[in-house]
């Protein structure tokens, strides 16, 4: 991050950052302190594919602003009562 927010810095040109950012509060400390402007995850979304849904949800996006594909709809928090066993830190969004 330190070397991204640098290049941001001197050369002003768009950086992004990768490497064991787990947290979704992590990624928006990083872009929100201008470290850099975009966050790139692999093994995190290996993990979990839909990291950036629950991300958005655990930020606190408003649940109608997190676009879900037509074939995943069946799994927004309000349509599927397992949310509350699956991820229950998000289950009241």
Do not use: C
Request: positive net charge.
């Amino acid at each position: 991050v330190p070397f991204a927010a640098r290049v941001r810095a001197e050369a002003g040109i768009v950086t992004r950052v990768a490497g064991m950012i787990v947290d979704p509060a992590h990624a928006e400390q990083i872009l929100q302190s201008g470290g850099a402007d975009q966050i790139a995850l692999a093994r995190a979304l290996l993990d979990n594919p839909r990291w950036p849904w629950h991300a958005a949800e655990q930020l606190g996006a408003a649940p109608e602003a997190i676009h879900y594909p037509p074939q995943y709809s069946r799994v927004r928090p309000a349509a599927w009562p397992g949310t509350r066993i699956a991820r229950p830190q998000g289950a009241s969004k």
